[in-house]
């Protein structure tokens, strides 16, 4: 187990493994998932389902899984190097949190997804409770700095809408402090 897995752990047991396996069903067809990191959505991804992953980080990670058919690019969310309407889904899991530009990540994600396309997304946000929210406030200055730009007060999908990106099916677990969900490219 890596360093990130080994810090991720206990989250990854108690809440996320299961988002993940969850969201994974919604994946299909051609595929990108940007900030792949150790690829932890890997595992839950449904071969039968999918035609191609194009998997996307702004560093090369170091997995091998022959059994998907998966393509390795070296890039950034903010300037996707792919068509208008390409993909049939985008997955995004825990990166919003850490873009440079985040509005410009979102208009990327819609930019590459087909119309009818799904976007597939899990984020960290700020709590809608006052005193987490407040707390999340007070410390994110000093945070954002030891984990490498990491904001604790985005709610990245309030702009999804902007974007045309339609929530049809959105969660939150972990008192508010997770966003998970399926989102549609409307035309
Ligand atoms: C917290 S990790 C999440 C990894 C994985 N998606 C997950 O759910 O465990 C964030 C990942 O996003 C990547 N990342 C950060 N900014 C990015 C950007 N602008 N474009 C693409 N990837 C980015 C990081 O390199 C890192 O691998």
Not at 22 to 36: D, Q, S, T
């Amino acid at each position: 187990m890596n360093i990130y897995d080994g810090m991720m752990y206990p989250l990854e047991k108690k809440w996320l493994a299961e988002k993940r396996e969850w969201l994974m069903r919604y994946v299909k067809g051609e595929v990108l998932e940007i900030g792949y990191g150790t690829g932890s959505n890997f595992k839950f991804m449904n071969t039968d389902a999918i035609h191609h992953i194009t998997a996307l980080d702004t560093s090369e990670n170091d997995i091998v899984r022959n059994d998907l058919p998966i393509h390795f690019v070296t890039g950034s969310v903010e300037a996707l190097p792919f068509e208008n309407d390409f993909f049939d889904t985008v997955i995004e899991t825990l990166v919003l949190c850490s873009v440079n530009e985040l509005e410009r990540s979102i208009s990327e994600i819609a930019r590459v997804l087909k119309p009818g396309g799904t976007f597939v997304y899990m984020d960290h946000v700020l709590p809608n409770d006052a005193g987490l929210a407040k707390a999340f406030k007070v410390v994110n200055p000093l945070w954002s700095k030891i984990a490498n730009g990491c904001q604790l007060v985005r709610t990245p999908k309030s702009l999804f809408e902007r974007y045309n990106l339609k929530i049809v099916e959105g969660h939150s677990v972990g008192k508010g402090i997770f966003d998970y969900g399926i989102a549609i490219k409307f035309a």
